[in-house]
């Protein structure tokens, strides 16, 4: 992903992506302007690693058909996710650290410039909020590897499915 402008701590080696999306802006009179998105999107293939090129994920197929969503207003819902086959690769490195956690922690800088002198200052953006309405895992795969003491720990757990409905950020 060598066109995004920050360098990610993962390398994507393949995958498909097929979406049905829609963007509406809307700007009511009385009203902050929304930016809605809607529609669908189907992850085909995937195949993730680390920059180190130790596997990372691996994804059959991810289908996620979004809800309400509004990019300005920041609120994100999700009506439905499903996962088939995925495969993921977690390990504890010799300095006792996760590699997801690791991965996770390596967020963009949030450093905003000082508005100039004698401009209007920006209104806080509202909190984020997020839902899923249903997510599903079907046959999935989980290897750890932990190289934190002498002695190598490898387990797996294969064949696992979960399920949950409801979630949100309240």
Do not use: C, M
């Not at 293939?45 to 920059?51: F, G, I, P, T």
């Not at 180190?52 to 009506?79: C, H, N, Q, Y």
């Not at 088939?84 to 504890?92: C, G, Q």
């Amino acid at each position: 992903l060598d066109y995004l402008p920050r360098r990610l701590p993962i390398k994507v080696t393949s995958g498909a992506v097929d979406s049905d999306l829609k963007i509406a802006f809307r700007q009511q009179p009385d009203g902050p302007a929304t930016l809605g998105l809607s529609g669908s999107v189907v992850l085909k293939d995937l195949q993730v690693k680390e920059s180190s090129d130790a596997p990372l994920v691996s994804i059959k197929r991810l289908d996620l058909t979004l809800g309400v969503v509004d990019l300005l207003g920041r609120k994100f819902g999700i009506e439905r996710v499903v996962v088939d086959s995925p495969v993921i690769h977690s390990r504890v490195g010799r300095q006792g650290t996760i590699n997801w956690l690791d991965l996770l922690s390596t967020t963009p800088s949030t450093a905003q410039s000082a508005a100039p002198a004698g401009s209007k200052a920006e209104p806080p953006a509202p909190p984020l909020a997020w839902s899923v309405a249903e997510a599903r895992i079907n046959g999935g795969v989980l290897h750890w590897l932990d190289e934190s003491s002498d002695k190598l720990v490898r387990a797996s757990i294969e064949g696992f499915n979960l399920d949950l409905r409801k979630l949100d950020s309240k």
